[in-house]
């Protein structure tokens, strides 16, 4: 039957409106409390949808209503209910007729301080006997919300009480390791005060291969996980499949993991060069170059030829010094090793409009560390870079996002530096020492988006700092700068303009080139105007995160049509890369991403011609991470000097294929699979099979046998077509 809002069947009830009251009184948990004159809410919907405006403040729900104990009849256990509350735009504290059964988030007096927890799930189990329930009585739930800032209050989902299955409270998790022997961890978990009895069988769904087979019985307790571990090929593509059966209910709990799996070929012992032979200053501007070549070290790099004014480092191939005339200077420079050696003909292009001839490669601080970042980390990031390689590939760029600036100014104006970072001057020289470019962040606005100093006021004294400290990226982030343009009367693109124009001029007055990044998420169609602010590139949307939702969204839909708005020297960037570990925190945690997935998302962003800046901790990162972002026939898209950006050229049902045109003459081509299930696709549909196709992921020419292939839910293949 459904009345009031309640809905009752054989075992659920729901309930979407409650009586709601704005403030804070400890007594409402109670159910005596008087609550009839409430006004009536729909906890499904934020309070402030309708009409309550309440910012760092409470409000309180309460609930009447009749529990069955008809809930429990016919259950496969009879031990606890689950009551399924809302999601709660901050945080909350849940009361069943008076005692807590349930708290998630933290309110401003707890020991820990106020913290939000809007996005987390809120089930609650209730013992039958001991909770608290009062069986076909009225029963009062309370519901204390504490809103950090708008929108507030409850959202998402009815209040409903459920009796589960004792399956329900199984868990099952899966986590990759790479100790040196690759191999998965699935853990089997309880969540329930039931315990599980059965057998895991664990196998490779595209084989069918059995990997594991439990021939005794596990019991699994509540809060009292079992691990099981399966070794695995990496090279090999494998989706594992864990299967559980509870041995007194017969039911089944099937969960599949796609395994991270390695495309990229192992690189040669002897010197082999990963980058372009190309690179572009403004006259008189410091050269800071690192040739990216792989290979055994140690390494000697010499150039018999190199232009005067120029250095070369013997050890690790740092290109230094600087050169006045405009022009193009072409060297030869050589890298050997014990195992060989290669050489590379090399153009530095001085100009006037030289910098940024190929996307920026290289880190960013925000997706791992957001407001943590210390200049520890970032030199400790810096030097895994190296040590991993990734330098060996052309990243260069070491970004600081938010959270540098101290809380007030200089006395003579000039922008100061936090504790986190002793000197900027000395890590800027610590960089380029090694060949690596310093990037830092500011905001046109008086506050960054994480309450830090922004550059409003100060724009020539900042670009002035950033020179002095060696500074070669500056991200300029709108955020602040919102409050300022809110009190314009004129909201028009040249609104939009102005605080980038302004940085602009000093940025191009200092007597370094400083890539000049604008975040300002897409707002008045950047992409038409953001070459002629002189932008290196501009964001043309908003902040990306770990999911396949996000990524899809800004990689897929937002991107299609901009193609012709990129060009050497100006960029269009949908934001920073989400693989390896992140977290935007201290606690980091694995991409969210599948090893499908990331593909896609490296072979999108590549054939994007975007900024390839890694959001992860590198010295975090494993052998599949390393393996997505090191391969350099997959990277020479992305660094393609003639700067053509890919654009979407068929959609075909739940199949993308983008493309673009290369410096050499052939094409690269993703092929994408957006939808939910395995694609069985003839590559000859979108390619002619008369030329040479080239799968750069496998870095191998493919046969005609492979022209047929299966791209897998949200995969991707990448090729070369000549």
């Known amino acids: 039957m459904t009345l009031a809002g309640i809905c009752a069947e054989a075992q659920n009830v729901s309930v979407s409106k409650a009586r709601f009251q704005k403030g804070d009184d400890m007594n409402w948990a109670k159910p005596e409390t008087d609550d009839a004159g409430w006004n009536t809410i729909d906890m499904t919907q934020n309070w402030d949808d309708q009409g309550y405006a309440i910012n760092n403040g409470y409000g309180w729900y309460r609930v009447h209503l009749t529990i069955p104990s008809s809930l429990l009849k016919g259950a496969s256990q009879e031990k606890f209910v689950i009551f399924d509350f809302p999601k709660a735009d901050d945080a909350d504290e849940c009361y069943l007729n008076g005692k807590l059964i349930g708290k998630t988030g933290g309110m401003p007096g707890d020991k820990g301080g106020y913290k939000s927890a809007w996005s987390t799930v809120r089930s609650y189990p209730v013992d039958v006997k001991t909770g ?6 009225d029963n009062v739930i309370a519901i204390r919300v504490y809103n950090g800032g708008e929108p507030g209050g409850l959202f998402d989902r009815p209040l409903s009480i459920r009796v589960p299955s004792s399956l329900d409270g199984l868990t099952v998790n899966f986590t990759d390791v790479n100790d040196g022997n690759a191999h998965c961890d699935i853990v089997l978990g309880n969540t329930y005060p039931v315990v599980q009895s059965g057998r895991p069988i664990f196998f490779d769904r595209e084989t069918g291969t059995v990997l594991f087979r439990q021939s005794k019985k596990i019991g699994i307790k509540k809060d009292k996980p079992v691990t099981v571990s399966i070794p695995y090929d990496k090279k090999k593509v494998c989706v594992l499949t864990a299967n559980y059966t509870d041995s007194k209910t017969g039911k089944a709990i099937t969960k599949t993991l796609p395994l991270k799996y390695i495309l990229t070929p192992a690189a040669p012992a002897s010197p082999r060069f990963n980058g372009v032979p190309l690179f572009g200053v403004r006259p008189g ?101 190296i040590d991993k390689g990734l330098a060996d590939y052309g990243y260069c760029y070491m970004n600081i996002d938010d959270g540098w600036e101290a809380p007030k100014r200089n006395a ?19 960089l380029h020492e090694r060949g690596l470019k310093f990037g830092i962040y500011s905001s046109p606005g008086d506050y960054t988006c994480g309450g830090y100093l922004g550059s409003i006021d100060h724009e020539q004294q900042d670009a002035e700092s950033y020179n002095s400290w060696g500074i070669d990226y500056l991200k300029y982030d709108w955020c602040g700068y919102g409050r300022a343009h809110a009190k314009e009367k004129d ?74 708005y990129a060009a050497p020297g100006h960029w269009n960037d949908p934001d920073m ?108 549909k979108y390619i002619s099979t008369s030329l040479t196709i080239r799968d750069l992921w496998r870095q191998r020419d493919l046969t005609p046998a492979e022209f047929r292939c299966t791209i897998p839910t949200h995969g991707c293949r990448l090729l070369k077509v000549r």
């Open 132 to 137: 608290g329930i009062q069986w076909d009585k």
């Open 285 to 385: 501007s410091p050269v800071i170059f690192r040739f990216p070549v792989s290979g055994e070290r140690p390494m000697k790099f010499t150039s018999a030829d190199l232009p005067a004014g120029l250095s070369l480092k013997e050890a690790d191939g740092v290109l230094g010094g600087k050169i006045d005339q405009a022009g193009d200077y072409t060297f030869t420079v050589t890298a050997e090793n014990a195992q060989g050696k290669a050489s590379q003909q090399f153009t530095l292009k001085v100009g006037d409009r030289m910098m940024a001839l190929t996307p920026p490669m290289g880190w960013n601080s925000w997706n791992c560390w957001a407001l943590s970042v210390s200049q520890e980390k970032v030199m400790s990031s810096a030097q895994a870079l």
């Open 412 to 430: 003579d104006g000039t922008i100061a530096v936090n504790e986190k970072f002793p000197s900027m001057k000395a890590l800027g020289d610590w």
């Open 491 to 564: 909201k028009g693109v040249a609104s939009y303009v102005r605080p980038y124009l302004l940085m602009q001029k000093f940025l191009r007055d200092q007597p370094r080139d400083i890539f000049y990044s604008l975040c300002q998420y897409g707002m008045a169609n950047v992409w038409e105007w953001g070459r002629f602010v002189d932008a290196n590139s501009w964001r043309t949307t908003g902040d990306i995160t770990d999911t396949w939702r996000s990524m899809y969204d800004i990689g897929f839909r937002k991107q299609a049509g901009l193609a012709g």
């Open 577 to 684: 890369l989400i693989v390896g570990k992140v977290g935007w925190s201290s606690s980091l945690r694995d991409s969210r991403l599948t090893p499908d997935e990331q593909y896609t998302h490296i072979t999108l962003w590549t054939l994007l011609a975007s900024n390839m800046l890694i959001g992860c901790d590198i010295a975090q990162m494993d052998e599949f991470t390393v393996a997505l972002l090191c391969n350099h026939e997959v990277n020479l898209v992305n660094q393609d000097i003639l700067g053509k950006q890919a654009d979407r050229t068929t959609k075909d049902g739940d199949i993308e294929v983008w493309s673009r045109p290369l410096s050499d003459g052939s094409q690269a081509i993703g092929i994408f699979n957006v939808g939910t299930e395995d694609i069985n696709v003839d590559l000859g």
